[in-house]
T-cell receptor, first 116, second 113 residues
Framework: ETGVTQTPRHLVMGMTNKKSLKCEQHLGHNAMYWYKQSAKKPLELMFVYNFKEQTENNSVPSRFSPECPNSSHLFLHLHTLQPEDSALYLC???????????????FGPGTRLTVL | QKEVEQDPGPLSVPEGAIVSLNCTYSNSAFQYFMWYRQYSRKGPELLMYTYSSGNKEDGRFTAQVDKSSKYISLFIRDSQPSDSATYLCAMSGRDTGFQKLVFGTGTRLLVSP
């Protein structure tokens, strides 16, 4: 596989469930990101990881818990979500860390999440 | 006021037309400007990446940045039905953090055969 992959592509869960989203990048990048995309709203940055370390948490509720075991893999653990959390969750990666402006971000296909 | 304003459309054009997509922004510190294309049920795909003011051309696509007016544009020449998608502008700068891209809501483009 090439680029940025995400699994699952679709997920339906109840408010009491626990699930995880997985992202893998095959680009040799150092930085990985989680974004939320809701209808008629701009993409919202959730978390940033540089060299496996979390460097940004954009005031995301604790029911979303990220994990980055290495520079190629990123997870988003979900628990006790609300219906308003239903959205497309996108993972992205980039080569450079935040110290450089040359920071092209490449996105995966996303996980369409529905919370019942 | 939103940091980045983008007309949601839809913008409908016939095949072969020149398309102009635009974004305005309020933060004068933005330095890097991007255009992404997003097909239905897919992730955004990076089309153009520019720094500061000026033009950048890549095939049928031209990106323009006018920092004095806080206005960026994407032109598509000889538009094709396969160009039908949502186009997202994004930008970043040193004060907001280079990795914190600020996106517009996207403009939906429909190119009819």
């Amino acid at each position: 596989e090439t680029g940025v992959t995400q699994t699952p592509r679709h997920l339906v869960m109840g408010m009491t469930n626990k699930k995880s989203l997985k992202c893998e990048q095959h680009l040799g990048h150092n930085a990985m990101y989680w974004y939320k995309q809701s209808a008629k709203k701009p993409l919202e940055l959730m978390f940033v990881y540089n060299f496996k370390e979390q460097t940004e948490n954009n005031s995301v509720p604790s029911r979303f818990s990220p994990e980055c075991p290495n520079s190629s893999h990123l997870f988003l653990h979900l628990h006790t979500l609300q219906p308003e959390d239903s959205a497309l969750y996108l993972c992205a990666s980039s080569l450079q860390s935040g110290t450089s402006g040359d920071n092209e971000q490449f996105f995966g296909p996303g996980t369409r999440l529905t919370v019942l | 006021q939103k940091e980045v304003e983008q007309d949601p459309g839809p913008l409908s054009v016939p095949e072969g037309a020149i398309v102009s997509l635009n974004c305005t922004y309020s933060n004068s510190a933005f330095q890097y400007f991007m255009w992404y294309r997003q097909y239905s049920r897919k992730g955004p795909e990076l089309l153009m990446y520019t720094y500061s003011s000026g033009n950048k051309e890549d095939g049928r696509f031209t990106a323009q940045v006018d920092k004095s007016s806080k206005y960026i544009s994407l032109f598509i020449r000889d538009s094709q039905p396969s160009d039908s998608a949502t186009y997202l502008c994004a930008m970043s700068g040193r004060d907001t953090g280079f990795q914190k891209l600020v996106f517009g809501t996207g403009t939906r483009l429909l190119v009819s055969p």
